[in-house]
């Protein structure tokens, strides 16, 4: 059972299941918030179906390798790792309810992800992504085979291998989270955020995570306190005017490259 997976995890016995936070992708289990003790955690719990993709289960796999490997060392506020298990049938990761900490609310400012994204993208700068995806987000045009053939915009679709190749090959590589939307951030009442859902997280240049964040309009506004947070959390060793230069140049580069994908996503 899993209340037996979770009291093994946490060392406690007294396990209780308070409620269902959200349903998982096409069926694949849920999150949900349990009592263990005297602390609230999160988990969550994947139950493939018999037909997974194998891109969706290694999406978890790569989850929990952020969670144990790479969340510890991250700037930018992301639950604690907590404990995890799998065997044949389930995955089960134990995380830190955030909403104890304050995160109790959806982000509804853009600006604070703004500044979350620079933090990460600024710690992690240069890093190698062990365990993670060698190209993050979900749209990356190697794994979209199918909506680029159903594309109707043939300019874009024309134009797509080269703006794939100038994100995949830049210079300036991080950890990018992978899905940075609105609805993967929480907020508390000073207004700081914290980001979940890190199952598409690896190697890009941040602006992919930007893009797609302030999608569908790029406000330069927000694209400006990014870099100003960006060289702020940056090491003094790293060239922050090159790297922006470099970014500020593919951040076009990178939204052409989501509407790639919507365009042909959004096709029957």
């Known amino acids: 059972m899993l209340t037996d997976i979770l009291a093994d ?37 994947i139950r493939p179906p018999a037909d997974a993709h194998p891109r969706k289960l290694a999406s978890y796999e790569h989850e929990e390798a952020w969670y144990r490997h790479w969340s510890p060392h991250c700037r930018a506020r992301v639950p604690t790792f907590l404990g995890a298990y799998a065997d044949a ?35 992690f700068l240069g890093a ?73 997280t690896g190697r890009g240049p941040g602006v992919r995570d930007l893009a797609y964040l302030l999608h569908p309009r790029i406000d330069s506004r927000l694209v400006d306190r990014y870099f100003v947070r960006l060289r702020q959390e940056l090491s003094p060793t790293v060239d922050g005017a090159a790297l922006e230069a470099e970014w500020r140049n593919l951040l076009p580069m990178a939204h052409r490259d989501f509407l790639r994908f919507l365009d042909g996503w959004t096709r029957p």
């Open 9 to 45: 995890l946490l060392g406690t016995h007294q396990v209780e299941r308070v409620g269902r936070v959200q349903g998982l992708w096409q069926g694949y289990g849920e999150v949900a918030r349990y009592r263990a003790g005297n602390r609230s955690v999160i988990v969550k719990h």
């Open 89 to 123: 049938m389930q995955r089960v990761l134990v995380l830190e309810d955030l909403a104890t900490a304050g995160f109790d609310r959806p982000a509804v400012e853009v600006a604070p992800c703004v500044d979350w994204l620079a933090r990460l993208h600024a710690c």
């Open 128 to 200: 190698e992504p062990l365990g993670l995806w060698p190209v993050g987000t979900y749209w990356h045009l190697a794994t979209r085979s199918e909506e680029l053939e159903r594309m109707g915009n043939a300019a874009l679709r024309r134009e797509a291998p080269t703006l794939d190749r100038a994100l995949r090959l830049a210079r300036h590589q991080t950890i990018v989270h992978g899905d940075a939307k609105p609805a993967n951030f929480l907020a508390c009442a000073t207004g700081e955020v914290a980001a979940v859902d890190f199952q598409y």
